[in-house]
């Protein structure tokens, strides 16, 4: 096995330039889900007040219909009540007319209040729809301003991702999962001794140790302190990831 803290020191180095990219979003992320969810919820609202205002007009049109139709039986009704043989047909005749009259009447007072309410209806889609749209709007340029930050990123991210996958491929399975398991808690997993300390909390680390860890490079060694993973100033990383690249 090769040189297993140079790899882990690396990962540790280029996962950490990672995070910094991914800092460069921010709260965008975050914010671009909550407008998507107020864009749907517009969205909804509208939908809702254009099938009550489509049932609406459905209503209007068809109560005209039956506004003309009550009108002309009402006529009709009175040109038969000259023609009646008694005064029983006459009455129900005369009853008729006075049904058909009632619903006329029922029907436009109903239709007067229709009418307002439609009024009001398309009054709200028409704010609703105002609201719908500046949301889409300010989706619209959270959208951009993150691809913006993405094609910024793009190459530098193509290549950190290449480098990664290098390095990871060169380190143990059982490293690996050492290491994510300390990145859960420290997004520097893997860090430096500067000066007899870990350059992670700053603990001092035993000169036996640092020697140790000098003289066994593929095992790994702990800060007692943090836990994290220690490696000795003679791995010099930045130059190293390159060369790894080059493999
Ligand atoms: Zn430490």
Same mark, same amino acid.
């Given at each position: 096995?090769?040189?297993?803290?140079?790899?882990l020191a690396?990962?540790?180095?280029i996962?950490?330039?990672?995070?910094?990219?991914?800092?460069e979003?921010g709260? !965008?992320?975050?914010?671009? &889900? +909550?407008q998507?969810?107020?864009?749907? *919820? @517009? #969205?909804? $609202?509208?939908? =809702?007040? /254009?099938?009550?205002?489509?049932?609406?007009?459905?209503?209007?049109s068809?109560?005209?219909?039956?506004l003309?139709?009550?009108?002309?039986?009402?006529?009709?009704?009175?040109?038969q009540?000259?023609?009646?043989?008694n005064?029983?047909?006459f009455?129900?005749?005369?009853?008729?007319?006075?049904?058909?009259?009632f619903e006329?009447?029922?029907?436009?007072?109903?239709?007067?209040?229709?009418?307002?309410?439609?009024?009001?209806l398309?009054?709200? !889609?028409?704010?609703q729809? &105002? +609201?719908l749209?500046?949301?889409?709007a *300010? @989706? #619209?340029? $959270?959208?951009? =301003?993150? /691809?913006?930050?993405?094609?910024?990123q793009?190459?530098?991210?193509?290549?950190?991702?290449?480098?990664?996958?290098a390095i990871?491929?060169?380190?143990?399975?059982?490293?690996?999962e050492?290491?994510?398991?300390?990145?859960?808690?420290?997004?520097?997993?893997?860090?430096?001794?500067?000066?007899?300390?870990?350059s992670?909390?700053?603990?001092?680390?035993?000169?036996?140790?640092?020697?140790?860890?000098?003289?066994?490079l593929?095992h790994?060694?702990?800060?007692?302190?943090?836990g994290?993973?220690?490696?000795?100033?003679?791995?010099?990383?930045?130059?190293?990831?390159?060369?790894?690249?080059?493999y």
């Amino acid at each position: 096995m090769e040189n297993q803290l140079l790899y882990l020191a690396s990962l540790s180095k280029i996962d950490q330039k990672l995070d910094e990219l991914n800092d460069e979003y921010g709260d !965008l992320p975050e914010k671009v &889900k +909550e407008q998507k969810a107020k864009v749907a *919820e @517009l #969205d909804n $609202l509208v939908q =809702e007040t /254009k099938q009550i205002l489509e049932d609406v007009k459905n209503f209007i049109s068809t109560s005209k219909v039956t506004l003309t139709e009550l009108k002309d039986k009402e006529e009709k009704l009175s040109k038969q009540q000259f023609k009646v043989r008694n005064n029983k047909e006459f009455d129900a005749i005369t009853k008729e007319i006075e049904h058909a009259r009632f619903e006329y009447n029922r029907l436009t007072t109903e239709l007067r209040t229709v009418n307002v309410k439609e009024e009001n209806l398309l009054l709200t !889609l028409e704010q609703q729809e &105002k +609201e719908l749209n500046e949301a889409q709007a *300010e @989706l #619209d340029e $959270l959208l951009e =301003e993150e /691809k913006e930050i993405s094609s910024n990123q793009n190459d530098e991210l193509n290549e950190l991702n290449k480098i990664k996958k290098a390095i990871k491929a060169k380190i143990s399975k059982k490293n690996l999962e050492e290491y994510k398991r300390i990145r859960l808690l420290h997004k520097d997993a893997v860090v430096l001794i500067k000066k007899n300390s870990c350059s992670g909390c700053y603990s001092n680390v035993p000169p036996q140790k640092i020697v140790e860890i000098r003289n066994n490079l593929d095992h790994l060694f702990y800060c007692e302190h943090c836990g994290r993973i220690l490696y000795p100033e003679e791995i010099k990383i930045d130059k190293k990831i390159l060369t790894i690249t080059t493999y």
